[in-house]
T-cell receptor, first 113, second 113 residues
Framework: GQNIDQPTEMTATEGAIVQINCTYQ??????LFWYQQHAGEAPTFLSY????GLEEKGRFSSFLSRSKGYSYLLLKELQMKDSASYLC??????????????FGKGTKLSVIP | EAGVTQSPTHLIKTRGQQATLRCSPI?????VYWYQQALGLGLQFLLW???????NRGNFPPRFSGRQFPNYSSELNVNALELEDSALYLC????????????FGEGSWLTVV
């Protein structure tokens, strides 16, 4: 099974940098995903890490340490539209072709002026 | 290219009734996933279909069932509805070609009264 922890809520100032942490304990691991979900909308894919290290994509970066069961999502130059929930998800390695994701409860980020 | 589409957007049912939700995956995607997102809770994995077969199911009672059709579209059936089934039901799809990244539809809001 999977246990995924992330902070419930965070607040940051427009233009600043914020880091959202995610820790996981899994019986298997085949990749870690970050999704953004605005209230009442579908989650949208942000990033994917399967190897240790940093993946950068514009204002968003995601880091993974498999040995520590740890990931973070870094958001730079925060904008008001970044106010949303950020979901950490782990793909299990149940077996060949198993691609479902297990999600954390999400971190609600509020960006203030 | 059209994304994952779901219908209906909203559905209101009475306790004890049955609900049917539908999903069309992204063209070319063969895997369909169903998730439940109850208010204040994280996404809970319900079912995974690939190539017309049920590949895995989450920790939900048997009254949650579904199927995948030859065109890879899918439906989720919830029988004997209970009040706690009120939630956002999200469908997602993936394929080997998309790196098995899961893309979500806008969801179907089910309210049980």
């Amino acid at each position: 099974g999977q246990n995924i922890d992330q902070p419930t809520e965070m607040t940051a100032t427009e233009g600043a940098i914020v880091q959202i942490n995610c820790t996981y304990q899994t019986s298997g691991f085949n990749g870690l995903f970050w999704y953004q979900q605005h209230a009442g909308e579908a989650p949208t894919f942000l990033s994917y890490n399967v190897l240790d290290g940093l993946e950068e994509k514009g204002r968003f970066s995601s880091f993974l340490s498999r040995s520590k069961g740890y990931s973070y999502l870094l958001l730079k130059e925060l904008q008001m539209k970044d106010s949303a929930s950020y979901l950490c998800a782990v793909r299990d390695a149940l077996g060949a072709g198993s691609y479902q994701l297990t999600f954390g409860k999400g971190t609600k980020l509020s960006v203030i002026p | 290219e059209a994304g994952v589409t779901q219908s209906p957007t909203h559905l209101i049912k009475t306790r004890g009734q049955q609900a049917t939700l539908r999903c069309s995956p992204i063209s070319g995607h063969t895997s369909v996933y169903w998730y439940q997102q109850a208010l204040g809770l994280g996404l809970q994995f319900l079912l995974w279909y690939d190539e017309g077969e049920e590949r895995n199911r989450g920790n939900f009672p048997p009254r949650f069932s579904g199927r995948q059709f030859p065109n890879y579209s899918s439906e989720l059936n919830v029988n004997a509805l209970e009040l706690e089934d009120s939630a956002l039901y999200l469908c997602a799809s993936s394929s080997v070609g998309s790196g098995n990244t899961i893309y979500f539809g806008e969801g179907s809001w089910l309210t049980v009264v």
